[in-house]
T-cell receptor
């Protein structure tokens, strides 16, 4: 069964460092998303991406964040200068169109 | 602002003890309501999509229903492997296809 794959599963980084979280969405999907979940809190939408551009972003997704689809299979989330409050689980998701989003297993980001 | 509220926050059940989880929503123009299961440290796993009031979906011991204001996830004769956090999410018309999630209901089923 096709699945969304995320790497790494756990990333520890020092405050102020740049991190790149990687995702391989389901191959025929057209919409790509990043969500995050701070420990004990709701899953929150960060950004959606379609046709090689951002289609919507939340207030959380400020200038420190960027997304890219560098090739036909990968979808990345970059955080330029990490803060302690960026520590969370980051989930990538993809959907075919206005249908169900399927999620990856997440990357646990710990900023120290 | 779109609101999704799940209740209860936590539910402890004996194996075989059926129960229901609630998801109430206040949105302008519901496109779809989704139920996901989340195990600790894992990503949300898709269960059901409901699009219109009166719709019902079933999968094994789980059944999801939808009204104009809320959705229920019924767990019939649960087993310990049904222990998880169940997340409700809504997709709203005119707002792309992003999901707005509730806080979830954590279900623990004791053998």
């Amino acid at each position: 069964e096709p699945e969304v794959t995320q790497t790494p599963s756990h990333q520890v980084t020092q405050m102020g460092q740049e991190v790149i979280l990687r995702c391989v969405p389901i191959s025929n999907h057209l919409y790509f998303y990043w969500y995050r979940q701070i420990l004990g809190q709701k899953v929150e939408f960060l950004v959606s991406f379609y046709n090689n551009e951002i289609s919507e972003k939340s207030e959380i997704f400020d200038d420190q964040f960027s997304v890219e689809r560098p090739d036909g299979s990968n979808f990345t989330l970059k955080i330029r200068s990490t803060k302690l409050e960026d520590s969370a689980m980051y989930f990538c998701a993809s959907s075919l169109e206005d249908t169900t989003s399927f999620f990856g297993q997440g990357t646990r980001l710990t900023v120290v | 602002e779109d609101q999704v509220t799940q209740s209860p926050e936590a539910l402890r059940l004996q194996e075989g003890e059926s129960s229901s989880l609630n998801c109430s929503y206040t949105v302008s123009g519901l496109r779809g309501l989704f139920w996901y299961r989340q195990d600790p440290g894992k990503g949300p796993e898709f269960l059901f999509t409901l699009y219109s009031a009166g719709e019902e979906k079933e999968k094994e011991r789980l059944k999801a229903t939808l009204t104009k204001k809320e959705s229920f996830l019924h767990i019939t004769a649960p087993k310990p492997e049904d222990s998880a956090t169940y997340l409700c999410a809504v997709q709203v018309n005119l707002n792309d296809y992003k999901l707005s999630f509730g806080a979830g209901t954590t279900v623990t089923v004791r053998a």
